[in-house]
């Protein structure tokens, strides 16, 4: 009886584990502001390269996995010569302000059996939000001074859809378009234009003007997901 039991538990652990895939894929996003992240960056725009893993069960309308992204969403460049006190030799100073996120993800896909697949998609995680400078004598030299000015992170959650079509040539490709929107913990981080250089203030000091804000956005994607990825 109980080398029967344990042949059944392990048919139906082997049965489950054939049963189950994984989804793989990238993302192009776009986000705009809305909302209290408006007012304050106005049309700051945030671009961001992400990648996605989901596992499915088979024929199943359920989908989980992790989203990762990343990107810049304002640089600014400047070639000063009173960077440090008492030399006039030119130094080119580069900042940029970085967007980086981690979402567990959930997806409901209402019709599996069609070719063009919509989806209801809740994501939550956390945001990274976080500002560096480099100064070198040229972009080809090595780099004299870096740091962070300023860094943030927030609790922040996903609603939306989207959906897929077939890719011909791509066996398991799918294209997928996606909208969704942010919302989460208010943040203190920099745009383009919030820092300034103060020559004249000691040794010289940066001046920042941070802003403060949930980090809420509309976001539009566009991107390749394979089905059995791993197969």
Request: glycine content about 10%; hydrophobic content about 40%; charged content about 20%.
């Amino acid at each position: 009886m109980r080398k029967s039991i344990l042949f059944l538990l392990f048919l139906g652990i082997a049965t489950s584990l054939k049963a189950q895939f994984f989804i793989a894929g990238g993302h192009l996003n776009g986000g705009l502001p809305v909302s209290l992240l408006r007012i304050e960056v106005d049309k700051t725009f945030f671009p961001t390269l992400s990648g996605i893993l989901l596992y499915e069960f088979y024929n199943q309308p359920i989908q989980v996995g992790m989203e990762v992204s990343y990107g810049v969403y304002g640089t600014k460049v400047e070639v000063r010569d009173d960077l440090y006190s008492g030399f006039s030799d030119e130094f080119r100073l580069r900042r940029n302000n970085n967007y980086a996120s981690g979402m567990a993800v959930f997806r409901y896909l209402p019709l599996l059996t069609r070719k063009v697949t919509p989806f209801v998609e809740i994501q939550a995680g956390v945001n990274y939000l976080y500002s560096r400078f480099k100064i070198r004598p040229s972009i080809f030299e090595e780099v004299v001074e870096a740091g962070r000015d300023m860094q943030d992170w927030a609790i922040a959650y996903k609603i939306g859809g989207g959906i897929q079509f077939p890719l011909p040539g791509i066996e398991g490709g799918k294209l997928e378009l996606r909208v969704n929107y942010q919302d989460g913990g208010t943040m203190h981080f920099l745009t383009k234009g919030d820092t300034k250089y103060l020559p004249d203030k000691g040794d010289g000091e940066f001046e920042y003007n941070p802003r403060q804000s949930p980090l809420q956005l509309i976001t539009a994607s566009v991107g390749i997901v394979v089905y059995d990825a791993f197969r």
